[in-house]
């Protein structure tokens, strides 16, 4: 689905929000939400407009280019009407392809899973066995490179009490757990039987069975039951999107100073930069990661590590 963005400078966005949204609802879908952007929702397509850094950004996207085209013509034509104290510049974008974005060139991205320590036999044999079993859903497991980064910051905080929440097959359990200190243990939520049965098969030949405890049921029971005090050392978030948020909030306040909390697909794809994704986890991640940033518990780093990633550390 094309889309295109117009950065027009101004010093009213949020004021244009508002009478774009207000005027176009006479002849379109339109709604303001709750972090004040507004989206008008047309026939041949859409068009999102956020106040952000000294402008007003707008994303429109649509089913074509020539659709695409109409799109940016109207919402023009009705932001020029309306800016009769200033003269305003807008120029649109070429229409790309928000499916096809590119975090990372795939040739850059084979040459990082060179460069750090490879994968043993049980970890290739892992990654071959759960393309077998599970085909496309085995795209949800972590590259390896993300593996070894997790087994480095692990080890890097000398992690004892570690908790996992989005298990899978078990590839990212198997690089926590080797991480941990001698005495280590790391709890592993998930809510499947059928993938989680891989994952103990190959802890046990990792040799790391007996340092991991699998919880299957709703993650956010689990962390909810566990006790208030701050004593986790590391954490990893990698299960459903839309949780993040009650994860992350679960699980900074049971930090301990020092102790991280790593998300993992941060970037949806790309999807999170671009305010024309409206779905619930869209906007669910595009929050907590404005969230994270803001939250004075923590510093933290979000690193184009494959689909992204954000290290958050409590202070
Ligand atoms: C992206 S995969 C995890 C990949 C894993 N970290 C790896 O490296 O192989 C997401 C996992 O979250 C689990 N999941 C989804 N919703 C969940 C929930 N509410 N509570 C616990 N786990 C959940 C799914 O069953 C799935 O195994």
Redesign the pocket.
């Given at each position: 689905m094309p889309s295109s963005t117009a950065h027009v400078a101004t010093a009213r966005p949020a004021r244009y929000v508002k009478q774009l949204v207000s005027h176009m609802g006479h002849k379109a879908t339109t709604e303001i939400s709750g972090d004040g952007r507004g989206v008008i929702t047309l026939s041949r397509g859409r068009c999102v407009l956020a106040p952000s850094g000294g402008g007003l950004e707008m994303i429109a996207t649509a089913g074509d280019t020539e659709a695409l085209a109409g799109v940016q013509d109207v919402v023009t034509r009705h932001l020029l009407r309306f800016a009769t104290q200033e003269d305003l510049k807008v120029e649109w974008t070429a229409p790309a392809d928000a499916e096809e974005m590119r975090i990372i060139d795939p040739v850059v991205g084979d040459y990082l899973l060179t460069q750090c320590t490879p994968a043993d036999e049980v970890l290739q044999e892992l990654a071959v066995k759960?393309r077998e079993a599970t085909g496309d859903a085995a795209e949800?497991?972590?590259s390896h490179d993300?593996?070894a980064l997790l087994t480095m910051l692990v080890r890097m905080v000398g992690a004892r009490r570690a908790i996992?929440?989005?298990?899978?097959?078990?590839?990212?359990?198997i690089?926590i757990a080797r991480g941990l200190a001698a005495d280590g243990r790391l709890l592993a939520?998930?809510?499947?039987d059928e993938?989680?049965s891989i994952?103990r098969e190959h802890w046990q030949r990792a040799g790391v069975a007996d340092r991991i405890d699998l919880k299957i049921?709703?993650?956010?029971e689990?962390l909810r039951a566990l006790p208030a005090e701050p004593e986790l050392d590391f954490a990893?978030i990698?299960?459903?999107k839309i949780?993040y948020p009650a994860y992350y909030e679960e699980i900074v306040q049971r930090l301990r100073p020092g102790g991280l909390v790593v998300l993992?697909?941060v970037f949806l794809g790309g999807r999170v930069l671009d305010p024309a994704y409206q779905e619930e986890h869209h906007v669910a991640m595009r929050r907590l990661n404005d969230a994270i940033v803001a939250d004075d518990r923590v510093e933290s780093v979000m690193l184009p590590v494959r689909d992204g990633v954000t290290i958050a550390r409590r202070r």
């Open positions: 759960t949800m497991q972590v993300e593996g996992e929440v989005g298990v899978f097959t078990g590839y990212s359990s690089c939520c998930d809510v499947s993938w989680t994952a049921g709703p993650a956010i689990r990893f990698d299960a459903d949780s993992d697909n």
